[in-house]
Structures are given as structure tokens and as C-alpha cells.
């Protein structure tokens, strides 16, 4: 397999003043099939998550719990790395706010910056929402908060301001220049208006409270939480080292994953720092949607927080995965809700695939000796399956590479549909007693198929997928997708047991 053609994603790192839920879950799931997906096609991947704790929010959230927020920090941290066991993420790394690597790196960054005069001392008068760590101008206020509904307070204190104002025609000029960098379209276009319509210089960093990365030669101040932990992306690939194997590797390859909320820090200030201190800007930033839940706005105060242990348990670590990749076009908004899970989890796969896989693996089973059947001749209908497999790869990588998971499943899903439809049409088990050769070829033709579909859903659904790569009895050295064409199933391999991979929700009696 060739290991070059590296690949870099990332999650948001997550605010420890929270615990994990829904929300965390979504964009960190999405990095995880992305990050599968580019392994599995042999590229080089380093996928990294981690937490964000520093700043007013999470100080304030400490004070309230009694502890110090060190203390906070590293209890809710082991959450979300908590979350990443239970769903299944195959990150390469995790990154904390609080660590030295990262520390070292946001204060040489400010350093870079101070000496490239980017950044002056200066007084700040204006508005700050602390549940955002942003700053709001007077015009931008609705009904005295912010557009987002945090509450708002004025402050006015001596700060370290960053000349974003300057970056202006140069973010526009990276926009232009990259019209892949950011997605979707529709978010592009916005980020672009707002560039347009001006840029303030931005306050960075902070006095009235110190739970924070101290700015060199001035500890009076903490640096500004979003410029300390945009920087994570690059600290924990080595920056300041920008010479160290894998900066270099995995900077000019990074994909943000990142929700529609936190677009603007991500695809304006994130640049104009990077550009700022002689980096590159990132390749590509994908914002996602935001999810209700049963209809309503995910809040504390409401507790429908969805945390991953719920969705485990419930449904199913892969269900969950499945149901939060399939429902929504990547970038849209939508609803949670119980029966749209049971919908998908019965529907696309406990009906559609799982019953295919054992209906095909039972009947291998029962009619072929629990190996895998000598094919005959193909004819036009074994092609004509087989071809629509063989060619989901290209179909299947073309929306990955744009994160249109959706898309990908929905490829695979009509893969899934031919398969049942030719089942139906050729009934195998008429044929066990008519035709047995014939037989054999269509469950051959079956069998492959399955193999194709579940390589390709390896990076969505991985554990069911792996089980059902067991049943075919596929070695571990021939799931990655240069065996979809290289490997087919070869006729007298043995097969373990079958058992059934997508299990039907089975709605408990209620008492
Ligand atoms: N710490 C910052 C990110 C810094 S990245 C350099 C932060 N953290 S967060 O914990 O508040 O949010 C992290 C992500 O969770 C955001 O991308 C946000 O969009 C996502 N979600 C939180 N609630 C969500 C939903 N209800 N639905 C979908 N995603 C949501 O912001």
C-alpha cells in the first residue's frame, strides 16, 4: 500500500465547560469516517481532537463546581475522550489547551506575530459574550444580546490588539484563490460578505481574569482563548518547529471540520493569524449544521443534551454513527428525533442491508457447504451487479472528498437495492433445487457484492462492517480498498457461522 498522499483532519476542540453530547458528537464522527475513508485508500492520515480549556467560560464554570479549573478541565477532558471510546474514533492524537506542547506553541506564535508587527497594545471598549467568547459591536446586538442569544457584557480594559484589518483584500484574495476552502458554497459566500463589509482589529488578549496561556513579556495579560486554541491545529503537529516531519507534512493537507457557529474564527481570524505569522492557510474548512433535538434547541436548562452514552446504549454504537452521517446533507441543519433513528435503524439497516448479508450467507451456508461457491458462466444480470459494485469506489471517494457523507451512503445504499432486487428476481432457493450450478453463481455474485459494500461502509459503520468482513472471511491484509478490485472472494473459502450484523430496534413495552 503507498503511504504518501498524507491527509490532515481535525475536530473543534471542545470547551470543557460542557459535557460531551450530540453536538460534540456529530463533527467528530463526520472527522472519523473522513479520517477511515482517506486509511483506507492508503493515504498518509494524522486525525486529531482534543479539548479547549481555557478562558472566562470555563474559569467561571470551575468556580461554580468548586474546583480549581485545572482540576475541572481534566475531569470533563476524560469525557470527551471518554465519547471517542464509545463511538468508536480512530484519532492519532489528542490535544489539550493545558498542555505544554501547545502552551509553548501559542506563546511562540504571539511572538512571531509581535515581531512582524501584527500586534499592538491598545484599550478596548465594547461588548463580550462570555458563553461565546466573542466580542459583538453595538450594531450587531439584538434586543441587547448577542445575534446568537448569549448575554453580553461591557467591558473596556487595555489590550493586545491583532491588525485583522489589514488581512482584508489578502482573505479575500485566499477565498478567490481557493475556492474549495471553504464549504459549503452557501457559507463561503457569506464568510466572503462579511470579510467585505469590513474588518475591525481584533481584541486578543485579556486582563480582568487569568485562567489563560500568559502573553510572553506581559503576564499581566492571558492571550484571547480563540487565538489559543485555533492554534491546536498546528501545536500539535509540531509548530514552532515548522521544519519538523510532520508540519511539513500535514499543514498544507488540513481539513477542518467544524460546526456553522464557529465558521467566522475558523475561516476569517484563523487565516489572517496563520497569514499574518508567514503559514499557509488551510486547505479546506467544512461547516456542518446544527441539530434540534424532538424539535427543540439542545440546552442545559432543557437537559436534551443526547450525551454519546445514551446513543450507545440505545441504538448502537454504529446505528448512531450511521444515523447521524445518512440523515442529513453534511452542512445542513435537522432534527434528532427517536423515530427518525428507528426509521433508519429498521429500515436502511435492518431491512435493507442486514437482511441481505444473511439472507445471502445463510443460504451460502445451507447450500454450499459454509464456503464460499464456485461460480459459472456470469451472464448479463451477475455483470450488471457486479459492475455497479466494482464502480462505487470512484462514486463513493468523489463525495467523501467533499464530505458529502450522505451522498456516499445513499452510492452504497442503491448498491444495496440492486442486491435485493436480484435476490428477488433470481430466487436462489428455487433455484437450490432447480438449477444448483446457477444457484451457486448468484450467490457468488452476491457474496462479492457484499464484499465491496462492506469494505466501502468500513469507514461508517466500522465494527458491523468488520463482522460482516469476517463472515466473508476476508483477511484483515484485504479489507482496504485496493482489495476491491485486487482480492474477489476466492470459491472454497471456508465461512464461519453466519449471524445476523444489523439487529431490528425492538421498541421496549411501555409499563
Ligand atoms: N471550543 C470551541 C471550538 C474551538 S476550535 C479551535 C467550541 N467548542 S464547543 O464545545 O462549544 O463546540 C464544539 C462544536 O460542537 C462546534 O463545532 C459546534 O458547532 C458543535 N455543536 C454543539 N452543539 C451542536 C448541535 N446542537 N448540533 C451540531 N453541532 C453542534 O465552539
Redesign the pocket.
Known amino acids: 500500500m503507498t503511504m504518501d498522499r498524507p491527509f490532515f483532519v481535525?475536530?473543534?476542540?471542545?470547551?470543557v465547560?460542557?459535557l460531551p453530547?450530540?453536538?460534540?458528537a456529530?463533527?467528530t464522527v463526520a472527522a472519523d469516517a473522513l479520517a477511515r475513508f482517506m486509511r483506507l485508500d492508503g493515504r498518509r492520515v494524522k486525525f486529531l481532537t482534543g479539548?479547549?480549556e481555557h478562558g472566562q467560560k470555563v474559569e467561571q464554570s470551575a468556580r461554580a463546581a468548586d474546583v480549581s479549573p485545572q482540576e475541572f478541565a481534566d475531569r470533563n477532558s476524560a469525557a470527551f475522550r471518554e465519547m471517542d471510546r464509545l463511538l468508536d474514533i480512530s484519532n492519532d492524537d489528542y490535544i489539550r489547551t493545558t498542555e505544554k506542547r501547545h502552551i509553548r506553541g501559542v506563546q511562540a506564535l504571539w511572538r512571531e506575530l509581535e515581531r512582524r508587527g501584527e500586534i499592538y497594545l491598545g484599550r478596548f471598549a465594547g461588548w463580550y459574550a462570555v458563553r461565546?467568547?466573542a466580542f459583538y459591536d453595538e450594531s450587531e446586538l439584538v434586543e441587547g444580546k448577542a445575534p446568537t442569544g448569549a448575554d453580553v457584557e461591557w467591558f473596556e480594559e487595555d489590550n493586545y490588539f491583532f491588525r485583522l484589518s489589514a488581512w482584508q483584500d489578502r482573505l479575500l484574495d485566499y477565498y478567490e484563490a481557493n475556492p474549495e476552502a471553504i464549504a459549503p458554497r452557501s457559507r463561503r459566500n457569506e464568510v466572503i460578505s462579511f470579510v467585505k463589509g469590513g474588518l475591525k482589529d481584533l481584541s486578543i488578549s485579556r486582563t480582568s481574569f487569568s485562567w489563560g496561556i500568559p502573553v510572553p513579556g506581559n503576564p499581566k495579560h492571558v492571550i484571547y482563548?480563540?487565538l489559543d486554541?485555533?492554534?491546536?491545529?498546528i501545536t500539535a503537529i509540531g509548530y514552532p518547529e515548522t521544519e519538523s516531519a510532520d508540519f511539513g507534512v500535514f499543514w498544507p493537507v488540513a481539513h477542518?471540520?467544524?460546526?456553522?457557529?464557529?465558521l467566522r474564527?475558523?475561516a476569517i481570524y484563523?487565516p489572517a493569524f496563520l497569514m499574518a505569522a508567514g503559514l499557509p492557510a488551510p486547505r479546506r474548512i467544512f461547516?456542518?449544521?446544527?441539530?434540534?433535538?424532538e424539535g427543540q434547541?439542545?440546552s442545559k436548562s432543557l437537559g436534551n443534551g443526547v450525551p454519546p452514552e445514551f446513543l450507545v446504549e440505545k441504538y448502537g454504537v454504529d446505528p448512531a454513527r450511521y444515523f447521524l452521517l445518512r440523515e442529513l446533507p453534511f452542512g445542513n441543519?435537522g432534527d434528532f428525533s427517536h423515530r427518525a433513528v428507528v426509521g433508519r435503524l429498521n429500515g436502511d439497516l435492518a431491512n435493507d442491508f442486514g437482511n441481505l448479508a444473511q439472507r445471502v450467507l445463510v443460504m451460502i451456508s445451507r447450500n454450499c457447504g459454509a464456503g464460499v461457491p464456485e461460480p459459472g458462466t456470469f451472464e448479463a444480470t451477475e455483470t450488471a451487479l457486479l459492475d455497479s459494485a466494482h464502480g462505487l469506489l470512484e462514486t463513493v471517494r468523489a463525495h467523501v472528498s467533499e464530505q458529502a457523507f450522505h451522498w456516499a451512503l445513499e452510492a452504497i445504499w442503491r448498491v444495496v437495492g440492486d442486491a435485493n432486487r436480484y435476490v428477488d428476481e433470481q430466487a436462489p432457493w428455487v433455484l437450490s433445487r432447480s438449477d444448483p450450478g446457477r444457484m451457486r453463481t448468484v450467490l457468488y455474485t452476491l457474496a462479492e457484492t457484499l464484499r465491496h459494500l462492506a469494505i466501502l461502509v468500513q469507514p461508517f459503520v466500522p465494527g458491523s462492517a468488520g463482522r460482516l468482513l469476517d463472515q466473508l472471511a476476508v483477511p484483515e491484509a484485504e479489507r482496504c480498498f485496493t482489495a476491491l478490485a485486487d482480492a474477489p472472494l476466492r470459491p472454497g473459502t471456508r465461512l464461519p457461522k453466519p449471524e445476523g450484523i444489523f439487529p431490528r430496534f425492538v421498541e421496549e413495552a411501555v409499563r
Do not use: Q, S
Not at 481535525?10 to 470547551?15: K, L, N
Not at 486554541?229 to 491545529?233: R, S
Not at 477542518?256 to 464557529?262: L, M, P, S
Open positions: 481535525t475536530t473543534p476542540i471542545y470547551y465547560n460542557d453530547h450530540l453536538g460534540h456529530y463533527p479539548t479547549d461565546d467568547e482563548v480563540w486554541a485555533l492554534t491546536n491545529y477542518h471540520i467544524v460546526g456553522k457557529d464557529i474564527f475558523h484563523w461547516a456542518h449544521g446544527w441539530w434540534t433535538v434547541k439542545m441543519d
